[in-house]
Every structure is written in C-alpha cells, then in structure tokens.
C-alpha cells in the first residue's frame, strides 16, 4: 500500500521499486552517504548562483542590443539572449520544485500520485537540457556560414529570422521532451527522489529515448566543435596570410571567443552524462534486481553527473559577461574597431562589397 492508502500498482509509472521502498521510509532512515551526497544547501547556492548570473548577463544583453547597429552581431546577440533565457528559466522551474522538496521532504505518492508534477519536472530537465547544446550547435552553425561563405547571402540574418530559428530550437526541444509522455519512455524519480529524470532501463522503449537524448545531444556538441574549429582556423589563416593586421575585426573575433567558451562549457559539463547514458542502457543490467529498479550506483552516478551540468548553466552567463570586446580590450589593449572579414577579399564586385561591409562602418 502506498503512503496516501492507495495500491502500489494504482500509482503513476513515475515510481520505481526503489522510489516506493525509499519514500515510505522517514527522514531518520538515511544513511550518512545519502546524506554526504545529497545537501538542500547545494541546490540552493548553485541555483540562486546560477539565476543571479544568469539574469546579470540579460540585463548586459538588452542594454548591448540596443546599442549595436551591426545585423550579424545583433542576430548573435539574439541567439545568446535566447540562450540565457533557457539557462535563467531552467534553473527557475526546476529549481523550485528540487529545492520545495530538500526543505519538506514532500511525499511523492501523497502530492502527485498521478505523476502529473514528477512528468513536468522530467520535461523540464529533457527540454532545459537539450536546448543549450541546440543553441550552441546553431549559433556556431550560423557564424561559419558568416565566415566561411561571407558573399552566398546579400545581408546578415535578420533579426525576425534569429528569432524564429531561437523558437525552432524550443519547439524541438518540447517535442522531444514530450516524447515519455507519449509513450516513448517514462520519467521515474531518480536519488534522491528529489527530482525526475528519463529512466535508465533495459527495456526497449526506455533504451530507444535515453539513446535519442544522449546521441543527439552528442550530436549537437560535435557539430559545434566542427563548426567552430573551421571557422577559428579560417579567421587565423585569412588575418596571419594578409600582410595588414589592422584588418581583423574585433566583433568577429568577440563573437568566436564567446562561442569557443560555450562550446568548451558544454562539453565539460555535459559530454560525461550523456556517454554515461549510453553505456548503462547498453550494458547488461545487473543481477538480483526488483523489476523497474536501478543499481543504487547507478543512481548515484546520474546524480553527480547532473550536478556536472548544472555547472553549465551557471557558467553560460560568464562567458558572454567576461568576453565581451569591452573587457577583452582591458586585456588586449590593441585590439581596434576594424573592418569585416569582407575586407580580406580584394577581388570583389566594389557595389557587392560596399553592400557587404555597410554594417562594418555603422559600428
């Protein structure tokens, strides 16, 4: 019988073997590991460190994009502002209700025996995960197209256009995050049942969705460190191949660095979850389990490395923050307002050109 009088079998699939025996248990019950492991003032700071920055780096945002007159870094700016977005409201949707829960100790059979809350939460985490691996994908996709093909579009993207590929990048993440709901997969209570998360179970609907989150989130990181890898060695090779230095543009090289550190961030924090993934579900389970139960190991693995990523929208904010061009020129005091990238190529219709490198002058 679950806690609110109910059957065990009447309950949502959310709960596990595990979740039930742990839930009905008190407070006093933890063992000192779970209580070394597991800390409410850890959610805590890191999610108001994480909301703080976060919300810092917006207001820098806004007040820069009112002041930038250049469509390419504007289109940027909106990618990065979408992508702090993600990071402030992430940390704020699943930090309430993680962080509710290490000060109540709430019972999860009691407050949502249904699974309504822990299915919400678990999207949260697929959508508010996904989504920054995306972005960064996209937003490193689009600056090699700007570097890497300077004249196979007339204009930058426009602003509508950022937009509207920002908002592509939500909608496919809710669609995937929608996924378990449908069928594909369940969102369980993991350790410490503060949270909930996709399920790490051999069986073949669960193995197919953590598989799709983890191969795509990989994917996403690749295509980042290709794009962005082309497009640093481009810019080295153009600038250090021309006899005139004074020819790179800071903007350009600004909004590389920034992408290189979410790019790096990224893959830090997330690569080891998502492999993590992928070897336990491939793996054979291990013996003498109950039915839909995970090796208390296994739970606590997939707790540490969640905390890796929640590192990653802490420090997001941080790079645009400290590698903005008004900081890197306290550092690198010659770097100077120069022209685009279009500049390099001397042989090029003069109207195509000057339409071009308009943006360059307006900065």
Known sequence: MGANGSPASELGSCFRSTNLSTTLSTTLSANLSEKLIVSRWFSTAFGSIGLASNLFALCVLVSSSRKMHSRARSSFLIF??????????????????????????????????????????????????????????????ERFFGINRP?????????????????????????LG????????????????????????????????CLIFALLGILAVGLSFLFNTVSVVTLC???????????????????????????????????PLLIFIIQTVLQAPAPGLLPRQI??????????????VTWNQILDPW???LFRRAVLKRIYPSLKARPSIVSLYPMLNPSLRRKLTQESVLQ
Request: charged letters at 15%; glycine letters at 6%; hydrophobic letters at 50%.
């Open 80 to 141: 990065l502002c979408g992508l702090v977005v993600t990071d402030f409201l992430g940390l704020l949707v699943t930090g309430t209700i993680i962080i509710s829960y290490h000060f109540t100790k709430f019972n999860w059979m009691v407050v949502d025996p249904a699974c309504y809350l822990c299915n919400f939460l678990g999207l949260s985490m697929v959508f508010f995960g996904q989504c920054p691996l995306l972005l960064g994908a996209t937003m490193a996709g």
């Open 178 to 209: 929608l996924l378990p709901i449908l069928g594909l997969g369940d969102y369980t209570l993991q350790y410490p049942n503060s949270w909930c998360f996709i399920t790490l179970l051999h069986d073949p609907k669960n193995v197919t969705f």
């Open 237 to 271: 090779r153009v600038y250090h191949d021309r006899e005139s230095v004074q020819r790179r543009r800071d903007s350009e090289v600004e909004m590389m660095v920034q992408l290189v550190g979410i790019m790096i961030i990224a893959t830090v924090c997330w690569l």
């Open 295 to 308: 090796p208390r190991q296994t739970e606590e693995m997939l707790l540490i490395y969640l905390r890796m």
């Open 319 to 321: 790079v645009y923050i």
């Open 151 to 175: 004249f196979s579009r007339s204009t930058s993207m426009s602003k509508r256009r950022a937009w509207f590929m920002v908002g592509l990048v939500w909608a496919f993440s809710f669609s």
